[in-house]
């Protein structure tokens, strides 16, 4: 087995990627890896054409993007305790491409992801952002589920 050198997570501060995360950032310790925590901004609808009030469209996808970068830096300042070797990425797109292009882009050796779990009709309605990374990742995936309770 190959050396887990580059470790890659994906957050969406959901309680599932905070689970997921754990599972990363447990491995990245074990392993000495670096850990780059990215988190996605899905691509918003756009709205250009169409009245929103008191807010432009270039004004609501700043703030959008403020926003993550404010709750990144939190995340990251409760939750990695010591660990130092790690990098932060926010991005604007389709969440399971941005996950493999980042994960091409930095010769990620593992991606560690949350999966929700979805079965039956949601999972052909909605997909699955975990089952894409698995499907077109040019390196092992790791997916976490929330234990039952």
Do not use: W
């Not at 691509?43 to 250009?48: G, I, S, T, Y």
């Not at 990695?80 to 991005?91: D, G, H, P, S, Y």
């Amino acid at each position: 087995m190959k050396p887990f050198t580059k470790i890659l997570t994906a957050i969406d501060f959901s309680e599932n990627s905070d689970c997921a995360f754990d599972y990363a950032l447990t491995l990245a310790t074990q392993f000495n890896a670096e850990l780059t925590i990215i988190h996605v901004i899905n691509e918003p609808v756009d709205l250009r054409g169409f009245y929103v009030p008191h807010i432009s469209f270039e004004q609501l996808e700043k703030e959008i993007e403020e926003s993550a970068v404010k709750m990144m830096e939190t995340f990251c300042s409760e939750r990695l305790n010591n660990f130092t070797n790690f990098k932060t990425a926010i991005v604007t797109g389709i969440p399971y491409d941005e996950i493999t292009a980042t994960a091409v882009k930095i010769d990620a050796s593992l991606i560690v992801i949350g999966t929700h779990g979805r079965t039956g009709l949601d999972r052909i309605l909605f997909g699955s952002t975990a089952e894409r990374v698995v499907r077109s990742a040019n390196c092992p995936v790791l997916t976490v589920r929330l234990p039952a309770n």
